[in-house]
């Protein structure tokens, strides 16, 4: 695929784009391909608790049983690795840890902002039937309701307002 290729793929993207995927986005909720599925798990499995131990054993026979003078043959270096790989993987899993808080985070700030907003909506609305003489003259389009009823007019269009109990 070239760069200036034109070819439009299922979700719109065209040229390079549509090979490497959008990079203004770091994840999708809910991923679609199977290798997206598994590399999802990857900073779960990196700052689980078990990885973090086995990299801290790896550290102690690698790294401080040498500084005390116990010897730790060539082939348990070149298979377990030295102190700057040791050290690195460790770095590797407090950050996964960290994203992995980030992101659950701000997941949850999102869902209490959009509560948030939808509350603030109602309440406009409210105010606007409330005080509808003023919203007019302010030059606000005040929705009607109902003659006959007290009931403010629902806040999704095409959908009834709110049921009263004297309305039976």
Known sequence: MSADDTTATENGATGLSALIGPTDDLAEEQPHSLI????????????????????????????????TGVRVS???????????NVTSDIGACIAAGGTLHLVAQSRKRRKVEEERLRLARETHRLLHYVCSDAARHMGHHVPAFAPGTDQPPSGNPGQPGPVSDDAT
């Open 36 to 67: 997206d599925r598994m590399l999802q798990w990857v900073p779960r499995i990196l700052s689980s608790k078990p990885h973090v131990l086995v990299l801290l054993g790896l550290g102690i026979y690698l790294i401080v049983l040498p500084l």
């Open 74 to 84: 060539a082939n348990a270096e070149l298979i377990g690795g030295n102190y700057t």
